[in-house]
């Protein structure tokens, strides 16, 4: 029987990078093609900068999952 629970998870994290490989291939690909190199290097910055919040509010999220699951009594 297959734990539907890492299987969630496992397709939750799948689809996130997908998402993100999508936005940052996609479409700093086509700022390129439609404004130019320089202002495809700008977008793909941009990006790295608003991909910060996210990544410490995913780490912040992975902190209380491991903290919680240490305290739990077994």
Do not use: S
Not at 45 to 60: R, S
């Amino acid at each position: 029987m297959r734990d539907l629970r890492e299987y969630t998870k496992q397709t939750n994290v799948r689809l996130a990078l997908g998402a993100f490989i999508l936005l940052f291939v996609v479409g700093v690909a086509l700022i390129w093609a439609i404004y130019g190199g320089n202002a495809a290097g700008l977008a793909f910055t941009c990006l790295l900068a608003a991909l910060f919040p996210v990544i410490l509010i995913l780490f912040i999220f992975v902190g209380i999952e491991w903290i919680l699951k240490h305290a739990r009594p077994k």
